[in-house]
């Protein structure tokens, strides 16, 4: 399960490689995370470019139920 930072992260985050780069993320993380959630330091996301909170460019808000 994904905690809240790393929703953020997510979120937050440019993309340049869209769904296959999202899936390889959540992937890695899956694989070398340790506990039973994933926080937002478990998701080594390329180059951490992080976009600013006024783009167009954003993932849906994730349900967690």
């Given at each position: 399960m994904?905690?809240?930072a790393a929703k953020g992260k997510l979120v937050t985050y440019d993309w340049p490689?869209?769904?296959r780069e999202l899936e390889n993320?959540?992937?890695r993380s899956l694989i070398f995370?340790?506990?039973e959630n994933i926080?937002?330091?478990d998701l080594v996301?390329?180059?951490c470019l992080e976009v600013s909170r006024n783009t167009?460019?954003?993932l849906?808000?994730?349900d967690s139920s």
């Open positions: 994904l905690n809240e490689g869209n769904v993320a959540l992937e995370n340790k506990g926080d937002s330091g996301l390329e180059g167009s460019r954003r849906p808000e994730f």
